[in-house]
């Protein structure tokens, strides 16, 4: 069983940062790709960043430039550091770990959801 523990939402001003961090914790297997995704309301679920099992990152068009993600395999914790943060990034931020196993079969995990809300 894999649980993802997400830490550092919160209420911030626009132009102000905040740093996301999720643990995973259990059996995973060597081959893990990790990733970060939103959900503002009324709109759908979406990709905000996500980096592979070799180190392959990928942003939405929105937050590039100003987001960062980053990983440390050895504790299987993944961070998105949020810099320049505006408005429209408030939403419920999830984190979710893909983890491959034998022939490639996947094995999705999500964390619980933490908010983030930028005021203006």
């Known amino acids: 069983q894999v649980h993802l523990v997400e830490s550092g939402g919160g209420l911030v001003q626009a132009g102000g940062s905040l740093r996301l961090s999720c643990a995973a914790s259990g059996t995973l297997f060597s081959k893990n790709d990790m990733g970060w995704y939103r959900r503002a309301p009324g709109k759908e679920h979406e990709l905000v960043a996500t980096?592979?099992?070799?180190?392959?990152?990928n942003y939405d068009d929105s937050v590039k430039g100003r987001f960062s993600i980053s990983r440390d395999d050895a504790s299987h914790t993944v961070y998105l550091q949020m810099n320049s943060l505006r408005p429209e990034d408030t939403a419920v931020y999830y984190c979710n770990v893909r983890s491959y196993g034998i022939n490639w079969s996947q094995y999705d995990y999500w964390g619980q959801g933490t908010q983030v809300t930028v005021s203006s």
């Open positions: 980096i592979s099992h070799s180190g392959v990152i």
